[in-house]
Protein backbone atom coordinates (compact mmCIF):
# COMPACT_ATOMS: atom_id res chain seq x y z
CA UNK A 1 0.00 0.00 0.00
CA UNK A 2 1.86 3.43 -1.12
CA UNK A 3 1.62 5.57 1.37
CA UNK A 4 0.96 8.74 -0.24
CA UNK A 5 -3.00 7.98 -2.06
CA UNK A 6 -3.69 11.48 -2.67
CA UNK A 7 -2.30 14.64 -3.39
CA UNK A 8 -3.34 17.62 -4.79
CA UNK A 9 -1.02 19.60 -7.27
CA UNK A 10 -0.87 22.83 -8.67
CA UNK A 11 1.07 24.45 -11.60
CA UNK A 12 1.20 28.08 -11.85
CA UNK A 13 4.66 28.26 -14.22
CA UNK A 14 3.31 30.24 -17.20
CA UNK A 15 -0.25 31.79 -17.97
CA UNK A 16 -2.23 28.84 -16.75
CA UNK A 17 -3.83 28.08 -13.45
CA UNK A 18 -4.66 24.94 -12.86
CA UNK A 19 -5.33 22.43 -9.37
CA UNK A 20 -5.65 18.85 -9.50
CA UNK A 21 -6.27 15.50 -7.40
CA UNK A 22 -4.65 12.41 -8.36
CA UNK A 23 -3.92 8.98 -6.96
CA UNK A 24 -1.04 6.61 -6.19
CA UNK A 25 -1.52 5.06 -9.64
CA UNK A 26 -2.09 8.91 -11.54
CA UNK A 27 -5.64 8.28 -11.93
CA UNK A 28 -6.81 12.10 -12.23
CA UNK A 29 -9.53 12.39 -9.88
CA UNK A 30 -10.53 15.77 -10.45
CA UNK A 31 -8.91 18.67 -12.11
CA UNK A 32 -9.94 22.24 -13.01
CA UNK A 33 -7.94 24.97 -15.00
CA UNK A 34 -8.39 28.75 -15.85
CA UNK A 35 -7.01 30.01 -19.02
CA UNK A 36 -6.12 33.35 -19.61
CA UNK A 37 -5.30 33.58 -22.98
CA UNK A 38 -7.93 36.37 -23.19
CA UNK A 39 -5.99 38.90 -21.22
CA UNK A 40 -2.90 38.24 -22.88
CA UNK A 41 -4.34 38.33 -26.40
CA UNK A 42 -3.85 42.17 -26.31
CA UNK A 43 -0.23 42.11 -26.13
CA UNK A 44 0.29 39.92 -28.78
CA UNK A 45 2.29 37.43 -25.99
CA UNK A 46 2.39 36.22 -22.63
CA UNK A 47 2.80 39.84 -19.82
CA UNK A 48 4.34 37.75 -16.78
CA UNK A 49 2.85 40.58 -14.25
CA UNK A 50 -0.50 39.76 -15.62
CA UNK A 51 -0.13 35.97 -15.50
CA UNK A 52 0.68 36.15 -11.62
CA UNK A 53 -2.07 38.98 -10.59
CA UNK A 54 -4.66 36.53 -12.21
CA UNK A 55 -3.44 33.34 -10.59
CA UNK A 56 -3.77 35.26 -7.31
CA UNK A 57 -7.39 35.70 -8.15
CA UNK A 58 -7.99 32.08 -9.32
CA UNK A 59 -5.89 29.64 -7.45
CA UNK A 60 -7.39 29.11 -4.15
CA UNK A 61 -11.12 29.09 -5.89
CA UNK A 62 -9.95 26.34 -8.17
CA UNK A 63 -8.36 24.32 -5.19
CA UNK A 64 -11.91 24.90 -3.37
CA UNK A 65 -13.89 23.49 -6.78
CA UNK A 66 -11.75 20.68 -7.13
CA UNK A 67 -11.72 19.35 -3.88
CA UNK A 68 -15.54 19.64 -3.91
CA UNK A 69 -15.51 17.75 -7.33
CA UNK A 70 -13.20 14.93 -5.90
CA UNK A 71 -15.74 14.51 -3.39
CA UNK A 72 -13.07 14.76 -0.59
CA UNK A 73 -12.84 16.73 2.72
CA UNK A 74 -9.18 18.67 2.66
CA UNK A 75 -8.06 16.70 5.31
CA UNK A 76 -7.98 13.45 2.95
CA UNK A 77 -5.00 14.61 1.04
CA UNK A 78 -1.79 13.53 1.84
CA UNK A 79 0.71 15.70 0.33
CA UNK A 80 1.02 18.79 -1.95
CA UNK A 81 2.81 18.82 -5.39
CA UNK A 82 3.66 22.41 -7.03
CA UNK A 83 5.82 23.32 -10.04
CA UNK A 84 8.39 24.91 -8.48
CA UNK A 85 10.76 25.29 -11.81
CA UNK A 86 11.59 26.33 -14.28
CA UNK A 87 8.68 29.02 -15.38
CA UNK A 88 8.20 32.89 -14.79
CA UNK A 89 9.45 33.64 -11.23
CA UNK A 90 6.41 35.82 -10.29
CA UNK A 91 4.04 33.21 -11.47
CA UNK A 92 5.68 30.22 -9.69
CA UNK A 93 5.81 32.29 -6.24
CA UNK A 94 1.88 32.13 -6.34
CA UNK A 95 1.86 28.52 -6.70
CA UNK A 96 4.68 27.94 -4.75
CA UNK A 97 3.23 30.03 -1.73
CA UNK A 98 -0.02 28.32 -1.66
CA UNK A 99 1.05 24.78 -1.84
CA UNK A 100 3.30 25.75 1.24
CA UNK A 101 0.29 27.55 2.96
CA UNK A 102 -2.01 24.73 2.53
CA UNK A 103 0.86 21.84 3.58
CA UNK A 104 1.93 23.55 6.56
CA UNK A 105 -1.52 23.96 7.66
CA UNK A 106 -2.82 20.70 6.88
CA UNK A 107 0.86 19.38 8.05
CA UNK A 108 1.56 17.29 5.21
CA UNK A 109 4.35 17.00 3.12
CA UNK A 110 5.14 19.05 -0.07
CA UNK A 111 7.18 18.33 -3.04
CA UNK A 112 8.36 20.76 -5.78
CA UNK A 113 7.81 19.31 -9.65
CA UNK A 114 10.07 20.77 -12.35
CA UNK A 115 7.56 21.27 -15.41
CA UNK A 116 9.40 19.31 -18.26
CA UNK A 117 9.04 16.05 -15.93
CA UNK A 118 5.68 16.50 -15.58
CA UNK A 119 5.07 17.25 -19.45
CA UNK A 120 7.30 13.73 -19.77
CA UNK A 121 5.32 12.02 -17.34
CA UNK A 122 1.53 13.17 -18.73
CA UNK A 123 1.33 9.71 -20.88
CA UNK A 124 1.27 7.51 -17.72
CA UNK A 125 -2.24 9.77 -16.06
CA UNK A 126 -5.32 7.59 -16.45
CA UNK A 127 -8.55 9.06 -15.77
CA UNK A 128 -12.74 7.63 -17.03
CA UNK A 129 -11.33 8.32 -20.84
CA UNK A 130 -7.41 7.71 -20.99
CA UNK A 131 -5.29 5.08 -20.48
CA UNK A 132 -1.50 4.69 -21.85
CA UNK A 133 -1.61 2.11 -24.64
CA UNK A 134 -0.50 -1.22 -22.90
CA UNK A 135 2.54 -1.73 -24.35
CA UNK A 136 4.20 1.71 -23.09
CA UNK A 137 6.98 2.05 -20.40
CA UNK A 138 10.10 3.28 -19.75
CA UNK A 139 12.70 3.65 -21.60
CA UNK A 140 10.41 6.05 -23.65
CA UNK A 141 11.54 8.73 -26.81
CA UNK A 142 9.40 11.96 -26.23
CA UNK A 143 8.97 15.08 -28.48
CA UNK A 144 7.46 17.59 -26.69
CA UNK A 145 6.13 20.53 -28.30
CA UNK A 146 4.90 23.74 -27.00
CA UNK A 147 4.51 27.49 -26.63
CA UNK A 148 7.94 27.56 -24.69
CA UNK A 149 10.00 24.64 -25.73
CA UNK A 150 10.54 22.37 -28.37
CA UNK A 151 12.76 19.33 -27.34
CA UNK A 152 13.62 15.72 -27.96
CA UNK A 153 13.82 13.89 -24.35
CA UNK A 154 15.09 10.03 -23.41
CA UNK A 155 13.04 8.92 -20.08
CA UNK A 156 15.23 6.25 -18.85
CA UNK A 157 13.40 5.85 -15.22
CA UNK A 158 11.43 8.22 -12.83
CA UNK A 159 14.05 10.85 -12.42
CA UNK A 160 16.21 9.50 -15.30
CA UNK A 161 16.00 12.00 -18.35
CA UNK A 162 18.16 12.65 -21.04
CA UNK A 163 17.99 15.97 -23.20
CA UNK A 164 18.91 14.82 -26.83
CA UNK A 165 17.84 17.61 -28.95
CA UNK A 166 16.47 20.58 -28.94
CA UNK A 167 15.61 24.11 -30.60
CA UNK A 168 18.32 26.76 -31.43
CA UNK A 169 16.18 29.55 -31.08
CA UNK A 170 12.23 30.19 -31.47
CA UNK A 171 10.23 26.88 -30.11
CA UNK A 172 7.77 25.01 -32.53
CA UNK A 173 4.48 27.22 -30.85
CA UNK A 174 6.08 30.31 -31.00
CA UNK A 175 6.81 29.72 -34.92
CA UNK A 176 3.05 29.09 -35.10
CA UNK A 177 2.21 32.09 -32.97
CA UNK A 178 3.92 34.42 -35.00
CA UNK A 179 3.80 33.51 -38.26
CA UNK A 180 -0.24 34.02 -37.26
CA UNK A 181 0.55 37.48 -36.17
CA UNK A 182 2.20 38.34 -39.33
CA UNK A 183 -1.16 37.12 -40.67
CA UNK A 184 -3.06 39.62 -38.62
CA UNK A 185 -4.62 36.87 -36.10
CA UNK A 186 -4.81 37.15 -32.20
CA UNK A 187 -2.28 35.28 -30.41
CA UNK A 188 -2.05 32.43 -29.48
CA UNK A 189 -2.76 31.82 -33.15
CA UNK A 190 -1.24 28.11 -33.61
CA UNK A 191 -4.79 27.07 -33.33
CA UNK A 192 -6.10 29.33 -36.00
CA UNK A 193 -3.27 27.78 -38.89
CA UNK A 194 -3.78 24.61 -37.94
CA UNK A 195 -7.84 25.15 -38.84
CA UNK A 196 -6.99 27.39 -41.99
CA UNK A 197 -4.78 24.63 -43.21
CA UNK A 198 -7.66 22.15 -43.02
CA UNK A 199 -8.50 21.80 -47.05
CA UNK A 200 -5.50 23.96 -47.74
CA UNK A 201 -2.39 22.63 -50.22
CA UNK A 202 1.05 21.80 -48.49
CA UNK A 203 2.89 21.97 -51.25
CA UNK A 204 2.02 25.14 -52.29
CA UNK A 205 5.08 26.97 -51.37
CA UNK A 206 7.95 25.35 -50.03
CA UNK A 207 9.20 27.01 -46.43
CA UNK A 208 12.99 26.23 -45.50
CA UNK A 209 12.97 23.25 -43.21
CA UNK A 210 15.68 24.29 -40.24
CA UNK A 211 18.74 21.93 -39.89
CA UNK A 212 16.86 19.15 -41.18
CA UNK A 213 19.95 17.77 -43.15
CA UNK A 214 22.13 18.31 -39.88
CA UNK A 215 22.87 15.06 -38.34
CA UNK A 216 22.11 16.20 -34.95
CA UNK A 217 19.12 16.09 -32.91
CA UNK A 218 18.85 20.27 -32.38
CA UNK A 219 16.35 22.24 -34.28
CA UNK A 220 15.26 25.47 -35.60
CA UNK A 221 12.69 27.82 -35.98
CA UNK A 222 13.33 31.25 -36.94
CA UNK A 223 14.19 31.33 -40.47
CA UNK A 224 10.79 29.74 -41.15
CA UNK A 225 9.50 32.44 -39.43
CA UNK A 226 11.34 34.73 -41.29
CA UNK A 227 10.83 33.17 -44.50
CA UNK A 228 7.29 33.74 -43.77
CA UNK A 229 7.43 36.96 -43.28
CA UNK A 230 8.97 37.62 -46.35
CA UNK A 231 7.15 35.70 -48.44
CA UNK A 232 3.60 37.76 -46.84
CA UNK A 233 5.43 40.75 -47.21
CA UNK A 234 6.69 39.82 -50.99
CA UNK A 235 2.19 39.00 -52.36
CA UNK A 236 -0.54 41.48 -52.31
CA UNK A 237 -3.28 41.28 -49.88
CA UNK A 238 -5.65 39.83 -52.55
CA UNK A 239 -3.25 36.64 -53.21
CA UNK A 240 -2.74 35.91 -49.86
CA UNK A 241 -6.65 35.92 -48.56
CA UNK A 242 -7.20 33.77 -52.16
CA UNK A 243 -4.42 31.29 -50.87
CA UNK A 244 -4.96 31.61 -47.06
CA UNK A 245 -5.73 27.74 -46.50
CA UNK A 246 -2.56 26.68 -49.22
CA UNK A 247 -0.25 29.28 -47.34
CA UNK A 248 -1.02 28.41 -43.84
CA UNK A 249 -0.87 24.25 -44.86
CA UNK A 250 2.61 24.99 -46.36
CA UNK A 251 3.99 26.67 -43.47
CA UNK A 252 2.46 24.12 -41.07
CA UNK A 253 3.68 21.59 -43.39
CA UNK A 254 7.33 23.11 -42.73
CA UNK A 255 6.96 22.72 -38.99
CA UNK A 256 5.74 19.45 -38.53
CA UNK A 257 8.35 18.25 -41.40
CA UNK A 258 10.61 19.28 -38.91
CA UNK A 259 9.70 17.94 -35.63
CA UNK A 260 8.65 13.87 -37.55
CA UNK A 261 12.37 14.03 -39.49
CA UNK A 262 13.90 14.67 -36.15
CA UNK A 263 12.16 12.09 -34.60
CA UNK A 264 12.69 9.95 -36.58
CA UNK A 265 16.62 10.02 -36.56
CA UNK A 266 16.34 10.53 -33.14
CA UNK A 267 14.39 6.98 -33.41
CA UNK A 268 17.17 5.78 -35.70
CA UNK A 269 20.16 6.82 -33.41
CA UNK A 270 18.55 5.34 -29.97
CA UNK A 271 15.69 2.56 -31.73
CA UNK A 272 13.04 3.11 -28.44
CA UNK A 273 9.77 1.52 -29.37
CA UNK A 274 7.94 3.65 -26.68
CA UNK A 275 7.24 6.94 -28.24
CA UNK A 276 5.36 9.91 -26.64
CA UNK A 277 3.99 13.14 -28.34
CA UNK A 278 3.35 16.22 -25.80
CA UNK A 279 3.08 19.99 -25.40
CA UNK A 280 0.33 22.43 -26.69
CA UNK A 281 1.37 21.59 -30.28
CA UNK A 282 0.43 18.13 -30.15
CA UNK A 283 -3.18 19.46 -30.05
CA UNK A 284 -1.96 20.40 -34.31
CA UNK A 285 -3.90 17.86 -36.35
CA UNK A 286 -1.39 17.38 -39.06
CA UNK A 287 1.40 16.84 -35.78
CA UNK A 288 -0.86 14.14 -34.51
CA UNK A 289 -1.58 12.13 -37.95
CA UNK A 290 1.68 12.80 -39.13
CA UNK A 291 3.74 11.31 -36.38
CA UNK A 292 0.85 8.50 -36.05
CA UNK A 293 1.72 7.69 -39.21
CA UNK A 294 5.32 7.24 -38.76
CA UNK A 295 4.48 5.11 -35.58
CA UNK A 296 2.91 2.69 -37.29
CA UNK A 297 5.08 2.58 -40.60
CA UNK A 298 7.82 1.99 -37.72
CA UNK A 299 5.57 -0.55 -35.67
CA UNK A 300 6.18 1.76 -32.82
CA UNK A 301 3.97 1.98 -29.20
CA UNK A 302 2.89 5.97 -29.63
CA UNK A 303 1.39 7.70 -27.04
CA UNK A 304 -0.11 11.08 -27.21
CA UNK A 305 -1.85 12.36 -24.07
CA UNK A 306 -5.46 14.01 -24.42
CA UNK A 307 -4.87 17.62 -25.15
CA UNK A 308 -6.00 18.55 -21.32
CA UNK A 309 -2.24 16.75 -20.27
CA UNK A 310 -1.09 17.98 -23.02
CA UNK A 311 -1.00 21.61 -22.52
CA UNK A 312 0.27 23.31 -19.26
CA UNK A 313 -1.58 21.14 -16.20
CA UNK A 314 -1.82 19.97 -12.48
CA UNK A 315 -2.39 16.47 -13.14
CA UNK A 316 0.81 16.05 -14.58
CA UNK A 317 3.00 17.45 -11.87
CA UNK A 318 0.23 15.37 -9.88
CA UNK A 319 1.87 12.39 -10.51
CA UNK A 320 5.49 13.29 -10.91
CA UNK A 321 5.03 14.67 -7.46
CA UNK A 322 3.04 11.42 -5.96
CA UNK A 323 5.74 8.84 -7.41
CA UNK A 324 8.46 11.07 -5.83
CA UNK A 325 6.52 11.55 -2.40
CA UNK A 326 6.17 7.49 -2.37
CA UNK A 327 9.46 6.94 -2.74
CA UNK A 328 10.16 8.86 0.15
CA UNK A 329 11.19 12.09 -1.34
CA UNK A 330 10.05 15.53 -0.53
CA UNK A 331 10.92 19.09 -0.68
CA UNK A 332 11.76 21.46 2.30
CA UNK A 333 9.63 24.81 3.59
CA UNK A 334 11.99 26.77 2.69
CA UNK A 335 12.30 25.89 -1.45
CA UNK A 336 11.79 28.74 -3.84
CA UNK A 337 11.40 29.58 -7.28
CA UNK A 338 13.70 28.52 -9.97
CA UNK A 339 13.69 30.18 -13.52
CA UNK A 340 15.57 27.55 -14.64
CA UNK A 341 16.17 23.68 -14.32
CA UNK A 342 18.86 22.11 -11.67
CA UNK A 343 21.13 20.81 -12.40
CA UNK A 344 20.00 17.16 -11.18
CA UNK A 345 16.96 17.21 -13.52
CA UNK A 346 18.72 15.84 -16.36
CA UNK A 347 21.34 13.36 -16.50
CA UNK A 348 23.62 15.56 -18.96
CA UNK A 349 24.20 18.85 -19.55
CA UNK A 350 22.87 20.14 -22.73
O1 LIG B 1 1.80 23.73 -23.87
P1 LIG B 1 1.10 25.00 -24.18
O2 LIG B 1 -0.37 25.09 -23.88
O3 LIG B 1 1.75 26.19 -23.42
C1 LIG B 1 3.11 26.46 -23.39
O4 LIG B 1 3.58 27.11 -24.34
O5 LIG B 1 3.78 25.99 -22.43
O6 LIG B 1 1.34 25.32 -25.72
C2 LIG B 1 0.78 26.46 -26.35
C3 LIG B 1 1.26 26.50 -27.77
C4 LIG B 1 0.96 27.84 -28.44
O7 LIG B 1 2.11 28.26 -29.14
C5 LIG B 1 -0.19 27.50 -29.38
O8 LIG B 1 -0.27 28.32 -30.51
C6 LIG B 1 0.18 26.09 -29.77
O9 LIG B 1 0.62 25.50 -28.56
N1 LIG B 1 -0.97 25.35 -30.31
C7 LIG B 1 -1.04 24.92 -31.60
C8 LIG B 1 -2.30 24.27 -31.72
N2 LIG B 1 -2.94 24.35 -30.51
C9 LIG B 1 -2.10 25.00 -29.66
N3 LIG B 1 -0.17 25.02 -32.61
C10 LIG B 1 -0.53 24.47 -33.78
N4 LIG B 1 -1.71 23.84 -33.98
C11 LIG B 1 -2.61 23.71 -32.99
N5 LIG B 1 -3.77 23.07 -33.20
ZN1 LIG C 1 4.77 23.41 -20.45
Known amino acids: ?9 IETSCDDTSVAVVDAK ?19 GIVPEIASRNHTYTLLPLVTRVIGKAKLQIKQIDGIAVTNRPGLIGALIVGITSAKSLAMSLNIPLIGVNHLEGHLLAPFLQDDTYTPPAEFDFPFLALAVSGGHTSLYIAHDLGKYEIIG ?7 GEAFDKFAKILGFEFPGGVKIDQLSQGGDPEYFHFPRGMINDRSLDMSFSGMKSAGLRYIQSISEEEKNKNINSICASFQEAIVDTLVGKLDLAYKKYRLKS ?9 NSRLRSKTLDWANKRKLTLAVPPLRYCTDNAAMIGIAGIRRLNRGE ?6 GPLPDYLKSDFINEY
Open 26 to 44: GFVISMEAANQDKDHALYG
Open 166 to 172: RTKDDAA
Open 1 to 9: MPKFNKILA
Open 330 to 335: SSDMAM
Open 275 to 283: IVLTGGVSA
